[in-house]
């Protein structure tokens, strides 16, 4: 009997072009390069025998597995993605795809994007539309004060600036 397992949330279907870009260039990589290398290991592994007791072949299964899984998902969510391509009508104001520059409490300045679940990175300064910060900045413009809460605990940030004509300098 199946054990009932609630749906996965995938978050806000929007994507930037170089998120977009990306996720295909993934797909593109494990299907025409990755995959085939594990299947002509896997192959390799299955003719030396017995399989019950043989790592390689037990690994080389596992991997495929995981590839296979991560084709389909990247297969379905990019039909499902809606690419934002042009800047919205107020570009003074924040919304998605928008680099920013906000300052907290103690005069520190934090550098941010705006994109979609799928490309987020935080080594990059890209936060999800759907995190608290980007939910709590979403509408806001210069100068505005704005208050977070954060998995760290309650932030308050003054937004320094706005760009969507690419990242903000130091």
Do not use: C
């Not at 749906?7 to 025409?32: F, I, M, Q, S, Y």
């Not at 085939?36 to 037990?58: H, I, K, M, Q």
């Not at 590839?67 to 919205?88: G, N």
């Amino acid at each position: 009997m199946p054990r009932w397992r609630p749906p996965v949330e995938h978050g806000t279907a929007l994507v930037t072009p170089e998120g977009h870009r990306r996720l295909k260039a993934e797909l593109d990589e494990l299907w025409n390069q990755r995959r085939p290398e594990v299947v002509r290991a896997l192959a390799a592994a299955a003719a030396e025998g017995d399989r019950s007791e043989n790592a390689e072949y037990t690994y080389r299964k596992k991997q495929l597995g995981e590839i296979d899984r991560r084709v389909r998902y990247l297969s379905k969510r990019l039909t499902a993605l809606k690419v934002v391509q042009e800047p919205p009508s107020d570009p003074t104001a924040i919304f998605f795809g928008a680099w920013f520059v906000l300052e907290d409490a103690t005069g520190r300045e934090h550098r941010y994007r705006i994109v979609g679940p799928d490309e987020t990175d935080a080594a990059r300064g890209h936060i999800s539309i759907d995190s608290p910060l980007a939910r709590a900045l979403l509408k806001r413009r210069v100068d505005d004060e704005v208050a977070a809460q954060l998995p760290s605990g309650a932030m308050q940030f003054v937004i320094v600036a706005v760009s969507y004509a690419g990242p903000l300098g130091d």
